[in-house]
């Protein structure tokens, strides 16, 4: 089994800054991207930002704002956001699309997720 852990969320005032890390451990044969979700109350879940093979992309929402990190060997993700905005509340999820073994497709795994709140 594979375990994404998270860490990093907590309440900030507008225009700060947080940094949220994940870390994934278990039977991992290879990781291919790596990825932060969120959601917020009553809306779906939306993609935030996401790093494969040292390229990224971000959701228009945050671009020029956050900053994804990751490190396939260590099988580690940060998101570093600035500028905070209340707009960004919402519970942050890490994802990881990992393959358990050789010849495998890589699956979806999730962690628990971290509450991210802006407000003054």
């Known amino acids: 089994q594979v375990q994404l852990v998270e860490s990093g969320g907590g309440l900030v005032q507008p225009g700060g800054s947080l940094r949220l890390s994940c870390a994934a451990s278990g039977s991992i044969f290879s990781n291919n991207a790596m990825a932060w979700y969120r959601q917020a109350p009553g809306k779906q879940r939306e993609l935030v930002a996401a790093?494969?093979?040292?390229?990224?992309n971000y959701a228009d929402s945050v671009k020029g704002r956050f900053t994804i990190s990751g490190d396939n060997a260590k099988n580690t993700v940060s998101l570093q956001m600035n500028s905070l905005k209340p707009d960004d509340t919402g519970v942050y999820y890490c994802?990881?699309?990992?393959?358990?073994?050789?010849?495998?497709?890589?699956?979806?795994?999730w962690g628990q997720g971290t509450q991210v709140t802006v407000s003054s």
């Open positions: 790093v494969s093979g040292g390229s990224t």
């Open positions: 994802n990881a699309k990992i393959k358990t073994a050789w010849g495998t497709r890589p699956v979806d795994y």
